[in-house]
């Protein structure tokens, strides 16, 4: 005689039963090996990996709680769309690239003068006459030199010198008496020893 699951003597029912309970029994280790294939493809850590798999041996409640609290996307997904900032990124920057520093007008790659604000932009090569950024130690065209190996020197700017709190208030209390057609007090500058 047969064992009876759930008290069911006739053979019928018991084989619907039985059949019933192995489709459950392989369901619970299909969801075990979905929770454990979709772990891999959503978390990099392996050690979460294993504690998602671990929860859905918990009949189905465990991979119902995994279903809840696992990332929304992909691994694959994420790193493409990374990869798709970055280009983007380049992009933008490459357009950046072939406007004038200074304007912003859009150049070409090849253009000495900005057309708008007349900035040099590049340097033409001593020996192609090619275009060439002025931070470039080598033409890339024909393999010339350029002068300051790598970093151009540039020329020292003339700096003014900035004048002192004392001048700027004797400067602003001439003007003032100027205006009024007072002379300005002076101080009596005291002999250095």
Same mark, same amino acid.
């Given at each position: 005689?047969?064992?009876?699951?759930?008290?069911?003597?006739?053979? #019928?029912?018991? =084989?619907? $039963?039985?059949?019933?309970?192995?489709?459950?029994?392989?369901?619970?280790?299909?969801?075990?090996?979905?929770?454990? =294939?979709?772990? @891999?493809?959503?978390?990099?850590?392996?050690?979460?990996? $294993? %504690?998602?798999?671990?929860?859905?041996?918990?009949?189905?409640?465990?991979?119902? &709680?995994? $279903?809840?609290?696992?990332?929304?996307?992909?691994?694959?997904?994420?790193?493409?769309?990374?990869?798709?900032?970055?280009?983007?990124?380049?992009?933008?920057?490459? =357009?950046?690239?072939?406007? %004038?520093?200074?304007?912003?007008?859009?150049?070409?790659?090849?253009? +000495?003068? %900005?057309?708008?604000?007349?900035?040099?932009?590049?340097?033409?090569?001593?020996?192609?006459?090619?275009? &060439?950024?002025?931070?470039?130690? +080598?033409?890339?065209?024909?393999?010339? $030199?350029? #002068?300051?190996?790598?970093?151009?020197?540039? @020329?020292?700017?003339?700096?003014?010198?900035?004048?002192?709190? @004392?001048?700027? @208030?004797?400067?602003?209390?001439?003007?003032?008496?100027?205006?009024?057609?007072?002379?300005?007090?002076?101080?009596?500058?005291?002999?250095?020893?």
């Amino acid at each position: 005689m047969s064992l009876a699951i759930f008290g069911i003597t006739n053979s #019928g029912l018991n =084989l619907v $039963a039985t059949l019933f309970v192995l489709m459950l029994v392989v369901l619970w280790l299909a969801l075990i090996v979905y929770t454990y =294939l979709d772990a @891999r493809r959503r978390i990099s850590d392996p050690f979460l990996v $294993a %504690c998602a798999t671990v929860a859905s041996f918990f009949p189905f409640i465990g991979t119902a &709680v995994y $279903a809840i609290v696992r990332p929304p996307e992909f691994l694959e997904d994420a790193h493409e769309r990374e990869l798709e900032i970055k280009a983007a990124e380049l992009r933008v920057r490459q =357009l950046k690239e072939l406007t %004038c520093p200074n304007c912003e007008y859009p150049v070409e790659k090849n253009f +000495l003068r %900005c057309p708008n604000c007349q900035r040099r932009l590049k340097d033409p090569c001593p020996t192609c006459g090619k275009p &060439v950024d002025p931070r470039w130690g +080598l033409c890339p065209y024909c393999e010339t $030199a350029l #002068g300051g190996g790598g970093e151009r020197a540039r @020329r020292p700017q003339k700096q003014e010198r900035r004048p002192t709190f @004392r001048e700027r @208030r004797e400067e602003r209390a001439g003007t003032r008496c100027s205006e009024r057609g007072v002379k300005p007090r002076t101080r009596a500058k005291e002999p250095q020893p």
